[in-house]
Nanobody
Framework: VQLQASGGGLVQAGGSLRLSCAAS????????MGWFRQAPGKEREFVAA????????YYAHSVKGRFTISRDNAKNTVYLQMNSLKPEDTAVYYC??????????????????WGRGTQVTVSS
């Protein structure tokens, strides 16, 4: 599967952005999806994950209550709604896909497919 993230940009602290990740192919619903981010000089870190059906989600503690992951399998797209953004949310955001599993994928190596990132910059 090929992934393409979009929707990043520059926003003031407290603002909102919605990221989208469009997937190619007809088997999108076969994959659990995740969002990760990477700030300059830091390791890539887990942000959120959603199972193939959209029925369960999981968040990093740092974004829980502010970010919402969702998906539309009919549109082959996963979303990340980001509210109450903070300067520390500044990073390149990546979407990723992996086959259905029974556990939450919070490590980059657990994902098989990656899209190009989209830059999110939050000014103070």
């Amino acid at each position: 599967v090929q992934l393409q993230a979009s929707g990043g940009g520059l926003v003031q602290a407290g603002g909102s952005l919605r990221l989208s990740c469009a997937a190619s192919g007809r088997t999108f619903s076969s994959y659990d999806m995740g969002w990760f981010r990477q700030a300059p000089g830091k390791e890539r870190e887990f942000v959120a994950a959603i199972v193939w059906s959209g029925g369960r989600t999981y968040y990093a503690h740092s974004v829980k209550g502010r970010f919402t992951i969702s998906r539309d399998n009919a549109k082959n797209t996963v979303y990340l709604q980001m509210n109450s953004l903070k300067p520390e949310d500044t990073a390149v955001y990546y979407c990723a896909a992996r086959g259905r599993t029974s556990d939450w994928g919070t490590r980059p190596y657990e994902y098989d497919y990656w899209g190009r990132g989209t830059q999110v910059t939050v000014s103070s």
